[in-house]
Structures are given as structure tokens and as C-alpha cells.
């Protein structure tokens, strides 16, 4: 898919109210309305747009993945593979223990309020995996189930860098793969895929999904997979932060590549500037195909959009690369 029609670039992102926030990552709604987000360590909780954040809970490791049950439990990733659980008041809950060998939790989404479906992309902490995933050729991710007291399974394995989890309209668990650009079934079945973006989470919401990005798909990588030669060389001689790779944050240096091709007229940088990172939400039908789009380009601070969510009426996003969350308005007007 290309930047076009319903994809087309716009300035969204960059247009939209934000809220300053430590090291976010992910989204979900509490019990009670509120919307928790990670910051670090610690999950906050928002009353309302506009209100302060206050403190639902602070952990050892920093927060990779919030989940929410049909009865209000709140699951929680850590950092390292580990999963806690906790009630509506941010205090644990008895019970749950991961005992599945997890190495990074990614999403997570509750089969029921007694078991959870954990997604594990492989990837340890300290490995960059926008710069490692896109030249990886193993598929080391995986699917479990955690239900409460211990007891573990896999429900898929062999997933080539799984990012976000969801339930589709007819109960479905679908899964969301970064450098393959689709989305597949537990069973590993396509559902859909040639999106132009390296993907990140997926959430149902009632006209459909909303699809986030990390990153948008350059032609330079796309053109470097038919010269494996160079690859292998680049892989063998050279740091995984100086690859040719999508990335998280828009800063440019001359220790990266193609940043001479970003500078124009008097070294500004213009929206249509070659640039390994990005910033994209896509809103799918219930046929997984795009309908809209908000995107923060070259020039944009707001890529690296690890979650979305629609709260009280409105689109909120995570930007990791400008640590913020992003309010753009009603989800209605959107979609």
C-alpha cells in the first residue's frame, strides 16, 4: 500500500492537543472510564482530558503493555517477560502468576477475567527492534495463554515479530506483525497485509480497528532486501543503531544514513524529506483495509506511535518519539 487516497499525508498528529508523558508506551481504559497509560515504571490514570495524572501504580521494571477485562481487571507487561494483574484500585491481585517463559511482553488482551492471552515478540530489553527486526529472518515470537493460578500455554509460535494483539467482531484473537506489515490469525493465517507501515498495536473499536505504526515502510530497505551481499556486510561491520532501519526518533545526524538527503533549502526539513521514522495510525474497516489516517512526517516531531485508543469520544495516541499523548479530536470525525 502507498501513501495515497485514504492514506494520503496530512499533519494530524502534529496538529493535535498533547500531553507531556515519561516514556509512554501503552493504553487502556480502567473500570471505571479513566485512561491509564504507562510512564516508566509506573501507570498513571486520567480522569479527564486537560485534569493532572495521578499515580494507579508504580513496578520494579518499566511498563510494556496494559490490557483491560470485561470485568475490570487491569493486566499489566513488564519489562523482561514478567506479567502482574491488578484490580480496578490499582492494588494486586491474588492468583496470577506468569509461569510461561516470557521474554519481552508486547500486548496483551484477556480471553476472560480467569485467563490472558500474552504476546512475545522475542525481542530482549536493550535490543533495538526497529533496527534488528527488519534483517531478521527468525520468527521467534510467540502466543500464550496465562490462566489465573500459573497454569501456561502456547497458543501460536513462530510469529516473525508480533506487536499487537486484539479480539476481532467474532471473538477472534488477531495479531499484528511489525516487519511483515499484516495481520494474522492465532493459526498464523493472513488476514490481511501489505500495510505501509512497520506495525505496532491493534485495538477493535465499533466501526472496526485502529492500527498504529512505529514507523513507515522506506523504499531504500525495502530495495536492500534483494542485495543480501550488502546486508550480511552491513550486519557483520557495523553497529544495529547505524543500520539501515526504521527509527524511533526524528533527530538527525550525519552519523545516519541518507540524512544528507533530508536537508532542503536552507537545511529545513521538508514533509516529504527521506526519513527512517514516522509517525501513523491508520483506522481499518471490519476487513481490515484503511479508511483514514493521521501522520506526523519528516518534519514532524510525533512519530514512533506505539498505541491508540478512542476514550470518551476521542482518538488518543501515544508518540514515544515526542513523549507525549496525543488528543486528535472526536473519533467520529475521524473515521
Known amino acids: 500500500m502507498t501513501l495515497e487516497g485514504v492514506l494520503g499525508q496530512n499533519s494530524r498528529l502534529d496538529d493535535a492537543q498533547g500531553m507531556p508523558a515519561e516514556m509512554p508506551e501503552a493504553l487502556c481504559i480502567g473500570g471505571d472510564g479513566s485512561l491509564l497509560f504507562s510512564s516508566g515504571r509506573r501507570v498513571l490514570a486520567l480522569k479527564r482530558w486537560g485534569d493532572g495524572a495521578k499515580i494507579w501504580a508504580e513496578f520494579e521494571r518499566p511498563v510494556?503493555?496494559?490490557?483491560?477485562?470485561?470485568?475490570?481487571?487491569?493486566?499489566?507487561?513488564?519489562?523482561?517477560?514478567?506479567?502482574?494483574?491488578?484490580?480496578?484500585?490499582?492494588?494486586?491481585?491474588?492468583?496470577?502468576?506468569?509461569?510461561?517463559?516470557?521474554?519481552?511482553v508486547t500486548d496483551l488482551a484477556f480471553i476472560s477475567d480467569k485467563e490472558i492471552a500474552v504476546l512475545d515478540n522475542g525481542y530482549r530489553a536493550g535490543e533495538?527492534?526497529?533496527?534488528?527486526?527488519?534483517?531478521?529472518?527468525a520468527s521467534r515470537g510467540r502466543l500464550h495463554a496465562i490462566r489465573r493460578g500459573g497454569e501456561s500455554r502456547v497458543l501460536a509460535s513462530g510469529l516473525h515479530c508480533p506487536m499487537g494483539i486484539?479480539?476481532?467482531?467474532?471473538?477472534?484473537?488477531?495479531?499484528?506483525?511489525?516487519?511483515?506489515?499484516?495481520?494474522?490469525?492465532?493459526?498464523?493465517?493472513?488476514?490481511?497485509?501489505?500495510?505501509?507501515?512497520?506495525?505496532?498495536?491493534?485495538?477493535?473499536?465499533?466501526?472496526?480497528?485502529?492500527?498504529?505504526?512505529?514507523?513507515?515502510?522506506?523504499?531504500?530497505?525495502?530495495?536492500?532486501?534483494?542485495?543480501?551481499?550488502?546486508?550480511?556486510?552491513?550486519?557483520?561491520?557495523?553497529?544495529?543503531?547505524?543500520?539501515?532501519?526504521?527509527?524511533?526518533?526524528?533527530?538527525?545526524?550525519?552519523?545516519?544514513?541518507?540524512?544528507?538527503?533530508?536537508?532542503r533549502l536552507f537545511g529545513e526539513v521538508k514533509p516529504w524529506a527521506p526519513s527512517f521514522s514516522y509517525g501513523l495510525v491508520i483506522a481499518l474497516d471490519e476487513k481490515l483495509m484503511p479508511v483514514a489516517s493521521a501522520h506526523s512526517r519528516a518534519n514532524g516531531q510525533r512519530h514512533a506511535i506505539s498505541d491508540a485508543i478512542?476514550?470518551?469520544?476521542?482518538?488518543?495516541?501515544?508518540?514515544?518519539?515526542?513523549?507525549?499523548?496525543?488528543?486528535?479530536?472526536?473519533?467520529?470525525?475521524?473515521?
Open 64 to 104: 510494556s503493555a496494559l490490557a483491560t477485562s470485561p470485568g475490570g481487571l487491569i493486566a499489566i507487561g513488564l519489562e523482561g517477560g514478567h506479567v502482574a494483574v491488578h484490580d480496578g484500585q490499582g492494588l494486586p491481585s491474588d492468583g496470577w502468576s506468569a509461569n510461561a517463559d516470557l521474554i519481552a
Open 128 to 137: 533495538s527492534v526497529l533496527s534488528l527486526a527488519p534483517w531478521d529472518d
Open 166 to 263: 486484539c479480539r476481532d467482531a467474532a471473538g477472534q484473537l488477531i495479531v499484528s506483525l511489525l516487519e511483515r506489515a499484516s495481520i494474522v490469525d492465532a493459526t498464523g493465517t493472513v488476514r490481511q497485509s501489505g500495510y505501509p507501515g512497520y506495525l505496532g498495536r491493534i485495538r477493535k473499536v465499533d466501526s472496526g480497528y485502529l492500527m498504529t505504526c512505529l514507523s513507515r515502510r522506506d523504499p531504500l530497505i525495502e530495495f536492500l532486501k534483494s542485495e543480501p551481499e550488502f546486508v550480511a556486510e552491513m550486519k557483520a561491520r557495523i553497529d544495529p543503531r547505524h543500520w539501515i532501519a526504521p527509527r524511533a526518533t526524528p533527530e538527525f545526524s550525519h552519523e545516519l544514513p541518507i540524512e544528507l538527503g533530508a536537508a
Open 310 to 335: 478512542v476514550w470518551n469520544g476521542e482518538l488518543i495516541a501515544v508518540s514515544k518519539a515526542s513523549g507525549e499523548l496525543l488528543n486528535l479530536g472526536s473519533w467520529r470525525a475521524f473515521a
